[in-house]
């Protein structure tokens, strides 16, 4: 991209409040379309595939705006990149019409062997020009914004060259990408690293934020796993404010991947995440295409051509 990203941001939509697109909520989240703003989806769970998931994805494209999260790019392995993982991508960025699309600051996949977890890099140099590089190749190959995930670990790896805030800021300016700002790893991190989240938020570059996650987590004694399966702490949406007093976003996530409760529960978080962001970014809590969409009956499928037929892999919905 020629352009620099945050020029690319000004142009990006205000998309609002959103939730992950979950295969066990999936009907109940078509149901309640008013009280949603938008889905972000996991990819890697339609490429190749026809079917029940193929029917999932054309639903949700009439009735929300779909933004891409994926799992499985492994953007700071050495492996290669996989031209066809690439090609399968894009297909499915261009059938979801995605504004932008977003992956993690890990790898997942080591000697070609996909490890299905979201594993942490050395904070060196040498990893910032690789994986910077390989952000710049996939931004170019995609055509869509791009932006890299912070992720939660538990461990840091040895050799270390910079802190963590050094290095997620080293490999933004150097890509020159998007943030995907997920305040909840921001907290685990903090808790199980020792260290203050607003710190580390004060030394990145919060202006290169498009999207937001907030998600809840698990205590265990002194340390905090983070398992997106309990509601939002009140640490967690004060992060969230932190940033939204900061800078603009274009867009919030509710991440819940498992222990589902009562979607009505879900439905009260979307609208404290959105009173939140009344405060600083009423277009945030209030995104235009909303008011529009409400008016609307849920659209019927549209005729699903574009995307290949059934015939590949149906990775677990994980996401950080
Ligand atoms: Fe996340």
Same mark, same amino acid.
């Given at each position: 991209?020629?352009?620099?990203?945050?020029?690319?941001?000004?142009?990006?939509?205000? /998309?609002? &409040?959103?939730?992950?697109?979950?295969?066990?909520?999936?009907?109940? =989240?078509?149901?309640?379309? %008013?009280?949603?703003?938008?889905?972000?989806?996991?990819?890697?769970?339609?490429?190749? #595939?026809?079917?029940?998931?193929?029917?999932?994805?054309?639903?949700?494209?009439?009735?929300?705006?779909?933004?891409?999260?994926?799992? %499985?790019?492994?953007?700071?392995?050495?492996?290669?990149?996989?031209?066809?993982?690439? +090609? @399968?991508?894009?297909?499915?960025?261009?059938?979801?019409?995605?504004?932008?699309?977003?992956?993690? #600051? !890990?790898? =997942? +996949?080591?000697?070609?062997?996909?490890? *299905?977890?979201?594993? $942490?890099?050395?904070?060196?140099?040498?990893?910032?020009?690789?994986?910077?590089?390989?952000?710049?190749?996939?931004?170019?190959? /995609?055509?869509?914004?791009?932006?890299? @995930?912070?992720?939660?670990?538990?461990?840091?790896?040895?050799?270390?060259?910079?802190?963590?805030?050094?290095?997620?800021?080293?490999?933004?300016?150097?890509?020159? !990408?998007?943030?995907?700002?997920?305040?909840?790893?921001?907290? &685990?991190?903090?808790?199980?690293?020792?260290?203050?989240? !607003?710190?580390?938020?004060?030394?990145?570059?919060?202006?290169?934020?498009?999207?937001?996650?907030?998600?809840? *987590?698990?205590?265990?004694?002194?340390?905090?796993?983070?398992?997106?399966?309990?509601?939002?702490?009140?640490?967690?949406?004060? #992060?969230? %404010?932190?940033? #939204?007093?900061?800078? =603009?976003?274009?867009?919030?996530?509710?991440?819940?991947?498992?222990?589902?409760?009562?979607?009505?529960?879900?439905?009260?978080?979307?609208?404290?995440?959105?009173?939140?962001?009344?405060?600083?970014?009423?277009?945030?809590?209030?995104?235009?295409?909303?008011?529009? +969409?409400? =008016?609307?009956? $849920?659209?019927?499928?549209?005729?699903? %051509? +574009?995307? $290949?037929?059934?015939?590949?892999?149906?990775?677990?919905?994980?996401?950080?």
């Amino acid at each position: 991209m020629a352009r620099d990203f945050l020029d690319i941001k000004k142009g990006l939509p205000v /998309i609002g &409040v959103g939730l992950g697109l979950r295969r066990e909520i999936a009907d109940e =989240t078509f149901n309640h379309a %008013n009280e949603i703003d938008w889905l972000e989806f996991v990819p890697e769970n339609y490429m190749r #595939l026809g079917g029940m998931a193929k029917e999932r994805l054309e639903t949700a494209l009439g009735q929300f705006p779909l933004v891409s999260h994926g799992v %499985n790019l492994s953007i700071g392995s050495t492996d290669e990149l996989s031209d066809q993982y690439l +090609s @399968e991508l894009k297909q499915v960025l261009d059938r979801a019409n995605a504004p932008w699309w977003s992956d993690h #600051l !890990c790898f =997942t +996949s080591i000697g070609g062997a996909y490890m *299905h977890d979201l594993l $942490p890099l050395p904070f060196t140099k040498e990893a910032v020009r690789h994986i910077a590089d390989r952000i710049k190749r996939v931004q170019d190959y /995609i055509e869509r914004p791009f932006l890299i @995930e912070n992720i939660s670990f538990y461990m840091n790896m040895p050799g270390a060259e910079m802190t963590d805030a050094q290095f997620m800021t080293e490999i933004l300016e150097t890509a020159d !990408c998007g943030l995907l700002l997920d305040v909840n790893n921001v907290y &685990v991190n903090s808790v199980n690293h020792n260290f203050d989240a !607003c710190d580390y938020l004060n030394q990145i570059p919060l202006d290169r934020t498009v999207q937001m996650h907030v998600a809840g *987590h698990k205590r265990i004694g002194e340390y905090v796993i983070d398992t997106h399966g309990a509601p939002l702490i009140e640490p967690v949406y004060e #992060l969230l %404010n932190y940033v #939204l007093e900061r800078t =603009t976003v274009h867009g919030v996530l509710l991440e819940r991947d498992q222990n589902f409760p009562a979607f009505d529960e879900l439905v009260a978080e979307l609208k404290m995440i959105r009173a939140v962001a009344q405060k600083t970014q009423p277009g945030l809590a209030s995104p235009t295409h909303r008011a529009a +969409s409400r =008016t609307l009956e $849920p659209k019927r499928p549209a005729a699903a %051509n +574009s995307l $290949p037929a059934k015939g590949g892999r149906d990775l677990r919905a994980l996401s950080a």
